[in-house]
């Protein structure tokens, strides 16, 4: 007996033939059926978490719905949203940008109610009760929330379009997602790496974290057509109310 997934993807790829077969359509109707109101833009973000630290990366390539068509090379996909919390997000660049306009404005209506800044763990709930109240709509994105947490420890909060949470050392969203999340299992995370050997591998240090952003950014440049043009680095250390930035070249063709 087939499962109701095998059923349900079956009865989709009968309707989908159905409607293409179906030249009682007019061709206005056909088009509306096969309109979309999302767009994927392309590119690749990053966050890698150490014990005080955390280190967020963003390609600047902004493309169109046919991956040749770049709109811009200079698109900013990471948001700092106070001095202990930032935003990285990609998918389609209208959503990302009333997503970060939310964030700032319940933020600051946060702060001005309470007299004292919001905190990582409270902007991650609330991120999530956001995108959970568009989930017959949702804003099509791959949002990762980041920062210093109020004991002094580098955190992230990694969600899916409806708001499902998931915290871990790294987290990768874009289209180069899958390709770095590989990198940095073994490179970050060490868990692909063999047990005997991990004693071996170089501490989760701020420097480490950079060199290994760097060298998964170039490589993904190289095989990924959405990710490229220059790399935006910033990292954010406990203690320290200042957010650091560095810029780097990507293949730019």
């Not at 390539?61 to 068509?69: K, M, P, S, Y």
């Not at 004292?116 to 989930?135: F, I, N, V």
């Not at 990694?158 to 770095?180: M, Q, R």
């Not at 060490?190 to 490589?219: C, H, Q, W």
């Amino acid at each position: 007996m087939n499962s109701p997934h095998m059923e349900m993807a079956k009865f989709k790829e009968f309707m989908d033939d159905s409607s293409e077969e179906f030249v009682a359509l007019s061709p206005m109707i056909q088009n509306q059926r096969d309109w979309s109101p999302y767009s994927n833009q392309g590119g690749t973000v990053c966050v890698l978490v150490g014990d005080d630290f955390v280190v967020v990366a963003n390609d600047t390539r902004l493309t169109g719905d046919a991956e040749i068509e770049i709109l811009s090379r200079k698109c900013e996909k990471t948001h700092i949203l106070t001095n202990k919390i930032i935003m990285t997000s990609c998918g389609f660049y209208g959503d990302v940008l009333q997503l970060r306009r939310i964030l700032e404005l319940r933020i600051n209506h946060y702060e001005f109610i309470y007299q004292r800044p919001m905190s990582l763990d409270q902007c991650g709930e609330m991120l999530s009760r956001t995108l959970y109240s568009r989930r017959f709509f949702p804003y099509f994105t791959g949002t990762i929330i980041c920062g210093i947490t109020n004991d002094g420890r580098g955190d992230l909060y990694s969600y899916d379009p409806v708001g499902c949470i998931e915290t871990k050392l790294f987290e990768a969203s874009g289209n180069g997602g899958s390709t770095l999340s590989t990198f940095f299992e073994n490179q970050w995370a060490y868990s692909t790496v063999a047990p005997e050997e991990r004693k071996n591998m170089p501490k989760r240090t701020l420097e480490r974290a950079l060199s290994v952003i760097r060298d998964a950014f170039r490589g993904l440049s190289e095989r990924e057509t959405t990710t490229g043009d220059s790399l935006n680095v910033y990292w954010l250390q406990a203690g320290d109310e200042k957010v650091h930035q560095e810029t780097y070249r990507l293949r730019g063709d």
